[in-house]
């Protein structure tokens, strides 16, 4: 059983920035993506960035040029998010899905606030 526990959400300022971190737990015995999806109020849940066990990257164009995802080699992933601004304001959740069979796993997730 694969968990996931982000960090890292709060309130900020636009213009202002923040770090989430997931740490993924339990054995994983297949290649896999790790991710970061967002859910705003009354909306459905998007993609914001993935990146592959090789580091190839995808990005929503809402937030290209402005958030960064990275992986450590310890089942880690990161979302530096930069010049935040109000519509980017969400609950966050780390995802890992599995190259072979497709199965998703999924964090609680954590709440970004965007606001003056």
């Known amino acids: 059983q694969v968990q996931l526990v982000e960090s890292g959400g709060g309130l900020v300022q636009p213009g202002g920035s923040l770090r989430l971190s997931c740490v993924a737990s339990g054995s994983i015995f297949s290649p896999y993506a790790m991710g970061w999806y967002r859910q705003a109020p009354g909306k459905q849940r998007e993609l914001v960035a993935t990146i592959t066990r090789a580091g190839r990257t995808n990005y929503a164009d809402s937030v290209k040029g402005r958030f960064t995802i990275s992986r450590d080699n310890a089942k880690n992933t990161y979302l530096q998010m930069n010049s935040l601004k109000p519509e980017d304001t969400a609950v966050y959740y780390c995802?890992?899905?599995?190259?072979?069979?497709?199965?998703?796993?999924w964090g609680r997730g954590t709440q970004v606030t965007v606001s003056s």
């Open positions: 995802n890992v899905q599995l190259t072979i069979t497709g199965t998703d796993y």
